[in-house]
């Protein structure tokens, strides 16, 4: 089946770091998805991309859609506390089928 | 807002005993998943439904089974539970099409003994 290769596994930072992450495929998605989830949560939707070279932002996150559409990066800026939790990427297919990242563990350090 | 409602939060099984895992939303949304989340392993998909009375199996269906009878349900069954079934389950749902954003219940953490 398709995978997708999200790196890094984790990450430990200091508040106030940027921060980058990213997927590659060897498949095509039609929309990429970056999602986080708090430690009991289901995840939750960050940003969504729907157009390969689409540069989107969401305050401090900024994602983007690989020209070949195999691959997506997300960044965050300023990293808070609140940042702590694990991300996701997930491809899409037209009729909504996702394929998820194995995650990245975000750790922020006051 | 409901969204997507997951029940039971949590739940342990003996080994061999069957049990249902329910799962509900109200954004009208044709399509509805379930994912099993493992350490390291990240969401894989169970089962998928592209509309009431449609089902597909999806990258780790064996040991479940599921229906789709309304386009609000889409409940999970576990045959006969097994301790490799351990695990957090997460339902979600999305329009079909472009852009369809997936969004997921609270999910429901099993434990098989």
């Known amino acids: 089946g398709q995978q997708l290769n999200q790196s890094p596994q984790s990450m430990f930072i200091q508040e106030g770091e940027d921060v980058s992450m990213n997927c590659t495929s060897s498949?095509?998605?039609?929309?990429w998805l970056w999602y986080k989830q708090d430690p009991g949560e289901g995840p939750v939707l960050l940003i969504a991309?729907?157009?390969?070279?689409e540069l989107t932002s969401n305050g401090r996150l900024t994602a983007q859609f690989g020209i070949t559409r195999k691959d997506s990066f997300l960044n965050i800026s300023a990293s808070i506390p609140s940042d702590v939790g694990i991300y996701f990427c997930?491809?899409?297919?037209?009729?909504?089928?996702?394929?998820f990242g194995q995650g990245t563990i975000l750790t922020v350090h006051p | 807002n409901a969204g997507v409602t997951q029940t039971p939060k949590f739940q342990v099984l003996k080994t061999g005993q069957s049990m249902t895992l329910q799962c509900a939303q109200d954004?009208?949304?044709?399509?509805m998943s379930w994912y099993r989340q493992d350490p390291g392993m990240g969401l894989r998909l169970i089962h998928y439904?592209?509309?009431?009375?449609?089902?597909d199996q999806g990258e780790v269906p064996n040991g479940y089974n599921v229906s789709r009878s309304t386009t609000e349900d889409f409940p999970l069954r576990l045959l006969s539970a097994a301790p490799s079934q351990t695990s957090v389950y997460f339902c979600?749902?999305?329009?079909?099409?472009?852009?369809?954003?997936?969004?997921f219940g609270q999910g429901t953490r099993l434990t098989v003994v």
């Open positions: 954004m009208n949304h044709e399509y």
């Open positions: 439904s592209v509309g009431a009375g449609i089902t």
């Open positions: 991309l729907y157009k390969a070279g």
């Open positions: 498949s095509i998605f039609n929309t």
């Open positions: 979600a749902s999305s329009r079909t099409g472009p852009g369809a954003e997936a969004f």
């Open positions: 997930a491809g899409g297919t037209s009729y909504g089928k996702l394929t």
